[in-house]
């Protein structure tokens, strides 16, 4: 049962660092051309809950890291 445990907590902290690392990448590319971003979005209600969503993503994320090493950990 330990193995089942190990395995459970490798897939979720490399799932918790896909999500987040996706989401850093969500968040930079709206960041880096702000200006146009809610230029062309802002009216939408997808831009202006995308950075939502980013952040979101990146709690979750680093949340499903720390399960998945509490896993690993076996507590």
């Given amino acids: ?3 089942s445990n190990r395995r459970r907590g490798e897939l979720l902290r490399a799932a918790g660092l896909v999500i987040t690392a996706v989401s850093l990448l969500l968040l930079a590319t709206i960041f880096v ?3 146009e ?3 062309d979005v802002k009216a939408t209600v997808f831009g202006n809950t995308l950075p939502v969503f980013a952040v979101v ?6 949340f499903l890291v720390l399960v998945g090493q509490n896993a690993i950990d076996g507590e």
């Avoid at 993503?57 to 680093?62: K, P, W």
């Fill in 33 to 35: 051309d702000w200006a």
């Fill in 1 to 3: 049962m330990p193995d």
């Fill in 37 to 39: 971003w809610t230029k």
């Fill in 57 to 62: 993503g990146i709690v979750a994320g680093l």
